[in-house]
């Protein structure tokens, strides 16, 4: 009994005294969050368990602890923070309990479950199966809102919002067969999926639960360790100290098979590697193995001791996950991390009814602790709460807004003892429960079972206990006082009463419940979220049918099941990947594959190759390389059967569109697949549309007041940018899957912008790139009350004020100076972004449809040439000048500009009146407005307030004097004159000041990456697949 004094000194030196209730402490909010979740653990009798059921050896109550251990560490969660008192799983199983876990949505909400019940032909009125084999974490292209690994899941939501992400222990939620790689390792393949599904760090990683019978390869000579798996969360969480972070723990006990027997095999062999020959001893963890010299023998009997000898997985089990739970908080109070982490503790399921819906099935103990956000004296809370209110929940503290629907709702607010909503939560609230075709609602005190046959285990245990019979029960789960009825041997279960034929309508009503929850996850429609509450059952949803398989399997046509790679999926730069496609039909003539690869070649229809069949279910193949070509793959499929109609099915959308996935190592293999797909939409576009400078202008507009991937499209200067917006929406829809944001890929088509329109093989051409990506979007950055009509996205973000056209030269330089830390010459090089486009008096109310300077798909020096003349050397100066000073100030070599009055009042043009700087004839004129003249003269208090400028001209000569010259420009006269003499030095700083307003914005370069800055294209680049060696 080594730990009590450990956690006596830890609670003298870090509990704050309290003698109140629990309150929330004012403005608290999160910064690490921990879900610890043990694997088929009892719920013991001081937890306050479910109601007592007859059967069974794992019966209430009668659950003391094990041993002589009292499981100090969970038990001071449960001292120090909040019990859930009627806390449950949405499902009574491992993986499904752990999908409404990470989703915050019910499991048969899950992608391949819905596939597979299309696939069954099942709908609102046949519960899917609600199973571990059905229900996984991963996507499936040909389903709405199918993408469950890359996009819905807190791991994602949390990795997004910036903090560390981590995953130890048991999975559970991958079909292994699917991520298996061409050399067999099912274990590396899952571990890669997971990392896909959002989990930067997955460690001590079981694919599974453990396997004796030698099916399962990846488990072969592997076994219980749990001080490997509590050194990797010790690990994560030191290692992540200075960041906010999420943590998944998972224990893999007291689940089987044989603890006691894992206990003798050697702790430093892991699911990582055997480390046996590399360590003396085992792995050091405090409040484990450190007090005993991290010697794992000698700690794993101290464990037997505390379990009495007993050689039960459950008491050996339960102590082991409590060391591993102690290991954890004491790491967390040495990193002085304690107090703003909250600590989920909860079962994955009942264990005395796992697998039913019966209350000891999924009822089960829940403990928060979180210091800093909930005070530290305990308190019980009677609402009821499920797993899938676990997400909302931990977004809700932390401040993130979910990215995408869920189930469950946040009862952050709801705990509070003043302002709380206690009695709403446990007397209104209904929740539903699936496990495989049986159904189950509680609401209040009420609880109605829909079981799916006379063969499900509850009928069969209810018969055989002489409780009731049928398929459908209504019980009352609450004493006389309204309160659950807890484990109790003198009182007999509530669930032994069916009150089906005492109270007809109310089983109606939650019948009806039922039937709402039943079509609001039908698979064969697009998801439905709406919530359905009340005594009186809401409508059950009614939608048009959505087929989500590409063709309905009806008289024999061939119907594809699954296929692989996914849609947005992304694989490593391999040797070969392979293709496969499931289908359908017993009388398959053949299935072809149609690849196309990054550089756009397409091999054309190939046959697949028959890989293995499953009764009807047959699946097809092709081996392509991918080892050459980084970058956007697409492929298609054509199925063709044998029958006399010979059939034919074309996906996706009969071969109209690619099923499109990334082959990448790096994100700078990411950015240039990215960067390619905008250099082919310029490339490609309609040529009367100059995308290119659109995309630099575009830019431009974006950065002012930070590169953030939004514009305030109600802002007349934002107009026509909804062309850049919708050119660049099927880039955003592709690349935003793989860890590159809205904001970097507007950047990224500045970038092209500018580059593509460089003269080609110019040998001062520069390069553009991409060095860093990671900005946040608008919406992740402000308050709905910051953007326009209170809704942040890409055309509604916040109002900026952008420079006038009107800018003298005093207030052009400060201008750049306040808004982006630009020198005088920044501000020079960044106005030559002129040199490409034109301007549309539609849009800006200028008539320069030919541009500055005449080509207008050419970034060039031409627009110094323009405004101070083709070179300045002495020799080409007028032979009066005094000097080369003199004769660049007097713009002796430049073009002669007039000043021009353009009158908007057409119908056709919603734009103000403008005073414009032309030369050249109508139409065929070029364009500056005053900013432009800026470089050159100095207007400062010679405009008019809408910029006409009537008591001097642009130069002065023997034929033309009517008016003065206007005075020269001193600060920026010189640089625009060097621009005009040397294109590469324009080019060389005109990239530098660009790059520099491209960086411009509210994040920190160096989040996620290898080493600061974020780098693509040097050798500190963020590998997509974990940390760069």
Not at 506 to 517: G, I, P, Y
Request: charged share 25%.
């Amino acid at each position: 009994m080594k730990f009590n004094s450990a956690i006596a000194s830890i609670s003298t030196a870090t509990i704050l005294a309290a003698t109140t209730a629990v309150v929330l402490l004012d403005g608290a909010s999160a910064v690490n969050f921990v879900i610890i979740q043990p694997d088929d653990m009892h719920f013991y009798d001081e937890w306050n368990p479910p109601p007592y059921l007859p059967w069974g050896g794992n019966n209430y109550p009668g659950q003391e602890y094990p041993g002589t251990s009292d499981l100090p560490w969970i038990n001071k969660l449960r001292t120090e923070g909040l019990t859930m008192t009627q806390a449950y799983a949405a499902a009574p199983k491992c993986g499904t309990s752990r999908y409404s876990t990470v989703t915050g949505r019910y499991p048969t909400r899950s992608s391949h479950s819905r596939a597979k019940a299309i696939n069954a032909g099942k709908d609102a009125t046949i519960p899917a199966d609600a199973s571990i084999p059905n229900t996984k974490l991963r996507d499936v292209g040909n389903v709405d809102d199918g993408s469950d690994c890359t996009h819905s899941n807190i791991a994602q939501t949390f990795k997004g919002a910036g903090y560390e992400t981590g995953m130890v222990g048991k999975w559970h939620l991958t079909k292994n067969n699917l991520v298996t790689g061409d050399d067999g390792d099912v274990y590396g393949g899952v571990k890669a999926e997971i990392e896909r599904c959002g989990f930067m760090d997955v460690e001590a990683m079981y694919p599974d639960n453990l396997d004796e019978s030698g099916n399962q390869a990846w488990s072969t000579g592997l076994s219980h360790n749990m001080e490997y798996v509590a050194y990797k969360a010790v690990e994560f969480i030191t290692d992540n100290a200075a960041k906010d972070w999420f943590l998944y723990v998972n224990p893999t006990v007291p689940h089987g098979p044989g603890v006691e027997d894992a206990m003798d095999v050697d702790c430093r062999i892991t699911t990582d590697g055997d480390f046996t020959t590399h360590m003396e001893n085992g792995w050091s963890v405090e409040g484990m193995t450190a007090e005993f010299g991290d010697n794992c023998t000698a700690y794993r009997e101290d464990v037997k001791e505390r379990a009495s000898q007993s050689d039960s997985n459950d008491d050996l089990g339960a102590i082991w996950v409590d060391d591993a739970i102690g290991a954890i908080y004491q790491a967390l109070n040495n990193t002085n991390q304690l107090g703003d982490t909250l600590i989920l503790f909860q079962l994955d399921h009942g264990k005395a009814e796992k697998d039913k819906i019966w209350e000891g099935g999924i009822r089960i103990p829940q403990f928060i602790h979180y210091p800093d956000g909930i005070a530290d004296t305990p308190r019980d809370w009677s609402g009821l709460v499920s797993t899938i209110d676990i997400g909302p929940t931990m977004l809700d503290f932390a401040g993130i807004s979910p990215s995408y629907d869920m189930d469950g709702k946040s009862w952050k607010n709801a705990i509070d003892p003043i302002n709380g909503s206690e009695d709403d939560w446990k007397n209104n609230r209904c929740l539903f429960f699936e496990s495989s075709d049986d159904r189950a609602v509680r609401c209040g005190c009420d609880k109605y079972m829909l079981l799916g046959s006379d063969a499900s285990p509850e009928v069969t245990e209810a018969v055989a206990s002489d409780w009731w019979t049928g398929t459908e029960a209504l019980f009352d789960l609450c004493d006389a006082e309204n309160d659950y009825v807890v484990a109790d041997s003198s009182t007999e279960s509530p669930e032994a009463t069916n009150l089906l034929e005492d109270e007809p309508q109310k089983a109606e009503d939650l019948k009806s419940l039922l039937q709402c929850h039943l079509g609001r996850t039908d698979a064969t429609i697009s998801p439905l979220y709406e919530e359905c509450t009340g005594s009186v059952a809401t409508p059950s949803p009614t939608a048009t049918p959505k087929p989500t398989l590409p063709v309905a399997n009806n008289g024999g046509v061939p119907e594809l099941i699954e296929y692989f790679p996914w849609q947005y999926d992304i694989l490593p730069l391999a040797s070969n990947t392979v293709l496969s496609a499931t289908v359908l039909d017993d009388n398959i003539k053949r299935v072809r594959f149609n690849l196309q690869y990054p550089d756009g070649t397409r091999p054309g229809f190939a046959a697949g190759t028959q890989d293995s069949v499953s009764g009807d279910l047959t699946t097809y193949t092709r081996t392509v390389d991918t080892s050459s070509q980084s970058g956007k793959y697409g492929f298609k499929l054509e199925i063709q059967d044998n029958s006399d109609d010979i059939e034919t099915v074309c996906f996706p959308a009969d071969c109209s569109s690619w099923i499109e996935f990334v082959v990448a190592d790096t994100a700078a293999q990411v950015v240039t697949a990215a960067r390619a797909e905008i250099s082919d939409i310029i490339l490609r576009n309609n040529p009367d549309v100059n995308l290119a400078a659109k995309f630099v202008r575009h830019g431009f507009h974006d950065c002012v007041g930070g590169c953030d991937g939004c514009v305030d499209m109600s802002n007349p200067d934002n107009a026509g940018l909804d062309v850049p917006i919708e050119a660049l929406e099927p880039v955003v829809d592709i690349f935003t899957h793989f860890g590159v944001t809205r904001a970097d890929i507007w950047v990224l088509a500045a970038l092209e912008g500018s580059s593509i329109t460089q003269e080609d093989g110019d040998p001062d051409n520069r390069d553009f790139e991409m060095d860093w990506i990671g900005r946040p979007n608008c919406e992740d950055l402000n308050e709905p009350a910051d953007c326009v009509d209170e809704t942040c996205n890409h055309i509604r973000g916040p109002n900026r004020n952008l420079p006038s056209p009107n800018l003298d030269t005093h207030d052009l330089l400060e201008f750049f100076s306040n808004e982006f830390g630009f020198s005088d010459r920044d501000t020079v090089a960044i106005m030559g972004a002129h040199s490409p486009g034109g301007l549309q008096r539609e849009n800006s109310g200028f008539n320069g449809v030919n541009g500055w300077v005449g080509n207008t798909r050419l970034l060039a020096n031409d627009y110094y040439d323009s405004i101070v003349g083709a070179t300045a050397s002495l020799a080409d100066c007028d032979t009066s000048a005094n000097s080369v000073d003199d004769c660049v100030n007097d713009l002796k070599n430049s073009n002669r500009w007039e000043q021009v009055f353009v009158e908007n009042s057409e119908p056709e043009f919603s734009t103000p009146d403008r005073w414009e700087w032309e030369r050249g004839t109508n139409p065929d004129h070029f364009v500056m407005v005053n900013s432009d003249i800026a470089l050159v003269r100095d207007l400062n208090g010679l405009m008019t307030d809408d910029g006409e400028v009537s008591t001097c001209q642009w130069k002065c000569n023997r034929n033309n004097c009517a008016l003065p010259a206007c005075p020269h420009a001193p600060e920026t006269i010189g640089v625009a004159a060097e621009y005009a003499s040397d294109n590469g030095l324009f080019l060389e700083d005109f990239e530098s000041a660009f790059k520099t307003m491209l960086a411009h914005g509210q994040y920190d370069t160096s989040a996620g990456c290898a080493s600061p800055p974020c780098t693509v294209g040097a050798e500190a680049r963020r590998n997509l697949r974990g940390p760069s060696n």
